[in-house]
């Protein structure tokens, strides 16, 4: 469509990349802040400046009324509905999917789809049907099949079934550490007496793989009486950057995706399900109940994953297995046992079986509150149990019947993508969160596969990159001069001076690195000097929006390079006013390299001032729901800190306590906290939930910079602390915008 002058090339790169707003005095102020993001309007700005969008920043101003309800339409949802005014006729559907982009980026998905069936064809939005017998007809001895491996789907029993089919016999071996001698050999046997060879998990010997493509070359020079047209090889590999990509070119690639949703979960695990296992617990009546139970609770830890970091940590590659095993746990104790041992059972299945892959702590305390809900004596006495207490009259647990009953009543459930997500404790805001994450890979993805030309006419890559250069040159502050601020906080003994000293040390180390990055980088694209493979990396970043990564060894962030350079002057210039003049009234704990070691200092602070060892000291959080020009001075202990948000939740001002999000707000801001250093004493947790706070959005960070900070106790309100949980609701020093 590019070619065909379809699709205009401007607006179909601002709709990969965005817009960048470096500078925001220098925009319109945003006419429709109430229900309109910041981030959203500078699209909205840039996209102004399209001959097709040409003010388009007026009708907002104009007809801002007319543009929130199409914003906040649900039934339909945007992607459906003519924009505003002229603009619904004036716009062809490309340019209507831009708008989206700026406004609505968690339905583009779904416009994208539309548009790729209305023009291109409904073939390339429907996945092939996955059929092995065809794979196996266009397959010959010397030609590989590699299954593409997806969370949650094993290809062998597929293989098997089509081996047995076939009359063919298949010689198995899981790849790993000291196998690659007897794949050798097994690949030897095969292609001299016409067996199959099917080596799983070759991502776990990916050092070996090139040896593999040599060998099938040796094979294929053999004279035709020392093969057998019979033999077959067939892999399984996770995706990896490093398999050869020859290999790749010259095999059949196929992939499958796992069953999504909480219906085809269940489905599938009753369907392994035999009448005789179903029926082998002496106990019948617990045991079908919180066998049903169990199987609800893997469906939902599987799917769970669906919503990111509002869903789990970190995602983990729960399987049938597991399932499999506490099965059998659970047929094996009701037997063994009068009364139902739920401590031993709950222990067993949460802890030690799916807990053993569980690595971070938050994780685990969901698993807790997701088997407390599922396992309880309510299952097994209260007629069609609700399992998810958000849905009462969904999801429960039928009333005693064969396996039959309980695969009818599966059924009944709500098909794939329709799972609502109360099911998993979630608010419904949760789903935006994982469009809008889809979306983000769709168009990285896409950007990543764009070739490198230039429209006639246009500017060129180094054109552009050279005017972005010069206004982050302008933008990005000098580095302080630490000489000074050592010389001027000399008397200065606290443990936060040494904060200070510290924090301008790493930010002056990256103030640095931008500034001769971007020099050096602005000599080469004008031909004065060597581009080396870092400035290379640097020059692709800037150009597609993005911060280098050279330039996120300070502080991790997801922001984009706009947001990301507004960020960093804010940062900077807290640092300046404390080293300069004075500590803040208010700290903004985002703008710390180390937020911990902030907090570690006004702990020790404390200890010393006090008298009382630091191990003695914990956090007291008071909530104050006033604005930082009301405070005029510090606390005696601790420090106010602003600047922290909730996702997942919001903070209701009037009942001063967590409540649930508004429609659409995926993060809210909190008001400013009292971080107050207290001798240790006993406390009742009743009422309170203990919210993670985190750096940024990835709530695992990396293995050198977690991104878990501390526990802040919040008053839970209306709801117990389990209901936050099942929430994932935390609080971020810093967004992705």
């Given at each position: 469509m590019l070619s065909e002058n379809a699709i205009d090339r401007d607006e179909y790169d601002f709709f990969l990349r965005g817009g960048t707003v470096l500078d925001r005095s220098q925009r319109p102020d945003n006419p429709c802040a109430e229900w309109l993001s910041e981030v959203a309007w500078d699209n909205i700005c840039e996209l102004d400046k399209l001959p097709a969008f040409k003010h388009l920043v007026a009708s907002f101003e104009q007809s801002g009324e007319e543009w929130k309800q199409w914003f906040r339409s649900d039934d339909p949802p945007p992607d459906r509905l003519k924009p505003p005014g002229e603009w619904g006729n004036k716009w062809n559907d490309f340019q209507q999917m831009v708008v989206l982009r700026c406004l609505r980026p968690d339905r583009v998905l779904f416009a994208t789809r539309a548009f790729v069936a209305k023009h291109l064809g409904e073939q390339f939005t429907e996945p092939p049907p996955f059929n092995l017998n065809e794979v196996y007809a266009l397959s010959d001895p010397l030609t590989p099949t590699i299954f593409v491996l997806s969370a949650g789907v094993d290809p062998t029993p597929l293989l098997e079934q089509l081996a047995a089919t076939e009359g063919q016999h298949v010689e198995q071996l899981a790849l790993g550490q000291g196998q690659t001698p007897i794949a050798e050999e097994m690949l030897e046997a095969g292609v001299r007496n016409g067996h199959w060879v099917f080596l799983?998990?070759?991502?776990?010997?990916?050092?070996?793989?090139?040896?593999?493509?040599?060998?099938?070359?040796?094979?294929?020079?053999?004279?035709?009486?020392?093969?057998?047209?019979?033999?077959?090889?067939?892999?399984?590999?996770?995706?990896?950057?490093?398999?050869?990509?020859?290999?790749?070119?010259?095999?059949?690639?196929?992939?499958?995706?796992?069953?999504?949703?909480?219906?085809?979960?269940?489905?599938?695990?009753?369907?392994?399900?035999?009448?005789?296992?179903?029926?082998?617990?002496?106990?019948?009546?617990?045991?079908?109940?919180?066998?049903?139970?169990?199987?609800?609770?893997?469906?939902?830890?599987?799917?769970?994953?669906?919503?990111?970091?509002?869903?789990?940590?970190?995602?983990?590659?729960?399987?049938?297995?597991?399932?499999?095993?506490?099965?059998?746990?659970?047929?094996?104790?009701?037997?063994?046992?009068?009364e139902t041992?739920?401590?031993?059972?709950?222990?067993?299945?949460?802890?030690?079986?799916?807990?053993?892959?569980?690595?971070?702590?938050?994780?685990?305390?969901?698993?807790?509150?997701?088997?407390?809900?599922?396992?309880?004596?309510?299952?097994?006495?209260?007629?069609?149990?609700?399992?998810?207490?958000?849905?009462?009259?969904?999801?429960?647990?039928?009333?005693?019947?064969?396996?039959?009953?309980?695969?009818?009543?599966?059924?009944?459930?709500?098909?794939?993508?329709?799972?609502?997500?109360?099911?998993?404790?979630?608010?419904?805001?949760?789903?935006?969160?994982?469009?809008?994450?889809?979306?983000?890979?769709?168009?990285?993805?896409?950007?990543?596969?764009?070739?490198?030309?230039?429209?006639?006419?246009?500017?060129?890559?180094?054109?552009?990159?050279?005017?972005?250069?010069?206004?982050?040159?302008?933008?990005?502050?000098?580095?302080l001069n630490l000489e000074d601020i050592v010389q001027k906080h000399r008397h200065d003994e606290s443990p936060l001076k040494t904060v200070l000293v510290q924090e301008v040390a790493r930010y002056n180390m990256l103030l640095n690195k931008c500034h001769s990055s971007l020099r050096q980088l602005q000599r080469g694209l004008r031909g004065l000097v060597v581009i080396s493979p870092?400035?290379?990396?640097?020059?692709?970043?800037?150009?597609?929006?993005?911060?280098?990564?050279?330039?996120?060894?300070?502080?991790?962030?997801?922001?984009?390079?706009?947001?990301?350079?507004?960020?960093?002057?804010?940062?900077?210039?807290?640092?300046?006013?404390?080293?300069?003049?004075?500590?803040?009234?208010?700290?903004?704990?985002?703008?710390?390299?180390?937020?911990?070691?902030?907090?570690?200092?006004?702990?020790?602070?404390?200890?010393?001032?006090?008298?009382?060892?630091?191990?003695?000291?914990?956090?007291?959080?008071?909530?104050?729901?006033?604005?930082?020009?009301?405070?005029?001075?510090?606390?005696?202990?601790?420090?106010?800190?602003?600047?922290?948000?909730?996702?997942?939740?919001?903070?209701?001002?009037?009942?001063?306590?967590?409540?649930?999000?508004?429609?659409?707000?995926?993060?809210?801001?909190?008001?400013?906290?009292h971080f107050k250093p207290v001798e240790h004493k006993k406390k009742s947790s009743k009422g309170l939930y203990s919210c993670p706070l985190y750096m940024y959005p990835i709530r695992t960070g990396t293995r050198e910079r977690p991104s878990f900070i501390t526990l802040v106790d919040l008053n839970a309100g209306a709801f117990a602390s389990n209901f936050w949980i099942k929430r994932g609701a935390a609080l971020l020093l810093s967004l992705a915008n």
């Open positions: 799983a998990n070759c991502h776990l010997s990916i050092s070996w793989i090139p040896t593999l493509e040599k060998l099938l070359v040796k094979y294929s020079k053999l004279p035709a009486e020392k093969r057998s047209d019979n033999f077959r090889l067939w892999l399984s590999s996770d995706p990896h950057p490093d398999f050869p990509i020859s290999l790749l070119q010259s095999s059949i690639k196929l992939t499958t995706e796992p069953p999504k949703g909480l219906k085809a979960n269940m489905a599938r695990l009753y369907d392994n399900i035999t009448p005789e296992q179903f029926d082998r617990c002496h106990r019948p009546e617990k045991y079908k109940k919180l066998l049903f139970s169990l199987c609800f609770f893997h469906s939902v830890l599987v799917e769970r994953r669906k919503f990111l970091s509002l869903g789990w940590n970190i995602p983990y590659a729960f399987s049938d297995s597991d399932f499999a095993v506490c099965e059998n746990l659970l047929s094996g104790y009701l037997d063994e046992y009068d041992p739920w401590d031993a059972l709950k222990y067993l299945v949460a802890q030690a079986n799916y807990g053993g892959r569980v690595t971070d702590d938050m994780d685990r305390r969901l698993l807790g509150v997701y088997i407390d809900q599922v396992f309880n004596d309510d299952v097994l006495t209260q007629s069609r149990y609700p399992l998810s207490p958000d849905l009462p009259h969904m999801f429960q647990v039928p009333d005693d019947g064969d396996l039959d009953v309980y695969r009818r009543y599966i059924a009944t459930l709500p098909a794939q993508g329709e799972d609502p997500p109360e099911a998993f404790g979630q608010h419904p805001n949760a789903d935006i969160a994982s469009q809008m994450q889809e979306t983000n890979v769709l168009l990285n993805t896409i950007l990543s596969l764009q070739p490198r030309v230039v429209t006639e006419g246009a500017a060129s890559r180094e054109e552009v990159t050279l005017e972005l250069i010069a206004q982050l040159l302008d933008q990005i502050p000098e580095p870092e400035l290379e990396e640097v020059f692709e970043n800037l150009f597609a929006n993005k911060v280098p990564p050279a330039w996120l060894s300070a502080y991790p962030s997801l922001k984009p390079l706009g947001a990301w350079t507004r960020d960093l002057v804010e940062r900077v210039d807290q640092l300046r006013r404390w080293a300069m003049d004075s500590a803040p009234n208010v700290f903004w704990l985002s703008g710390f390299t180390f937020p911990s070691g902030f907090l570690t200092g006004l702990l020790q602070s404390t200890a010393r001032r006090n008298g009382v060892p630091i191990d003695n000291l914990s956090w007291e959080f008071v909530i104050l729901p006033q604005d930082e020009s009301a405070i005029n001075q510090p606390p005696k202990e601790g420090a106010y800190i602003k600047g922290l948000f909730l996702e997942g939740a919001r903070w209701d001002y009037e009942k001063d306590a967590l409540a649930e999000p508004l429609p659409m707000e995926l993060y809210s801001p909190m008001p400013i906290v």
